[in-house]
């Protein structure tokens, strides 16, 4: 059973920043693309950024270009999102997603499995 677990959220003052990581187990970490995704209070899920298996490969939302950063460790199934300058528009939970294909893609319904959230709260 594939099970996805995030951490790093918390509390951060608008123009700091915050590292979110997402290990993998019960799978094979290095043929899936990974994704994240947030959900605003009150609001739907949203895309935020996707990588391809071997990290050659990443899409932003517009939203976040610039400012936050995917990444990969497949030795550690591992997956993380630096973001920097933070601004209280990115308050959320965030989730990190898989799916069994190598490309990387923002539609939700494409995920095979989630995470169950870490929430980020950017203070203005």
């Known amino acids: 059973q594939v099970q996805l677990v995030e951490s790093g959220g918390g509390l951060a003052q608008a123009g700091g920043r915050l590292r979110l990581s997402c290990v993998v187990s019960g799978g094979n970490f290095r043929i899936y693309s990974m994704a994240w995704f947030r959900q605003p209070p009150g609001k739907e899920r949203e895309f935020v950024a996707a990588?391809?298996?071997?990290?050659?490969?990443?899409f932003y939302a517009d939203s976040v270009r610039g400012r936050f950063t995917i990444s990969r460790e497949n030795a550690k199934n591992t997956m993380f999102l630096q973001m920097n300058s933070l601004k209280p528009e990115d308050t959320a939970e965030y989730y990190c997603?898989?799916?069994?294909?190598?490309?990387?893609?923002?539609?939700?319904?494409?995920?095979?499995?989630w995470g169950q959230g870490t929430q980020v709260t950017v203070s203005s």
């Open positions: 997603a898989a799916r069994l294909l190598s490309y990387i893609s923002p539609t939700r319904g494409e995920y095979d499995y």
């Open positions: 990588i391809n298996w071997s990290g050659s490969s990443t």
